[in-house]
């Protein structure tokens, strides 16, 4: 937990670079310390055209399938594992704002012994991950559900969702 937000750490370092919006990465290959990245200027009216551009390194930062795309230097094991063995987890999640504090020093509690018998994956104690952002015997509580029953309640009304539900 960041005091002004989780925006505020990419924001900061997103500072010290340049920035391309609305750009699409084509490749990225490595060569001994550097990578060259081949992007797309995909901006309305832009300049257009692939290009080029060597940097020191780079984060491939999006979903698992652009990712094998993208990085073209990934063995053909690790490029196939990417591509169609990482599956993506739904997880809808309440926020409860409790009136007593558990007594609970953690911040996050798994249910990892009964994670195959419950629908709740965890739940994260906000007031201890980040103290002073509730008032003092208060808490909030995030709930997360797990992958099966997210899914099955996805597109449902939130207003039917009700926690004894979970």
Not at 132 to 154: E, Q
Request: hydrophobic share 40%; net charge negative.
């Amino acid at each position: 937990a960041i005091k002004d937000g989780m925006q505020t750490y990419p924001e900061h370092v997103a500072s010290f670079f340049d920035q391309q919006l609305n750009a699409e990465v084509l490749s990225v290959v490595e060569r001994g310390d550097e990578v060259d990245v081949t992007w797309r200027d995909a901006t309305p009216g832009g300049p257009g055209g692939e290009r080029t551009e060597t940097f020191g390194g780079a984060v491939i930062a999006t979903l698992a399938t652009q990712a094998a795309k993208i990085h073209t230097g990934l063995d053909e094991y690790r490029r196939d594992w990417l591509a169609t063995k990482v599956d993506h987890a739904t997880i809808v999640q309440a926020h409860v704002g409790l009136d007593v504090a558990p007594k609970s020093k953690a911040s996050m509690v798994y249910s990892t012994e009964v994670s195959d018998k419950t629908k709740v994956l965890a739940v994260n104690l906000e007031h201890n991950k980040a103290p002073g952002r509730v008032p003092d015997g208060k808490a909030i509580a995030t709930i997360f559900g797990c992958n099966d029953w997210s899914r099955s309640v996805l597109e449902d009304d939130n207003d039917d969702l009700l926690i004894k539900e979970l």
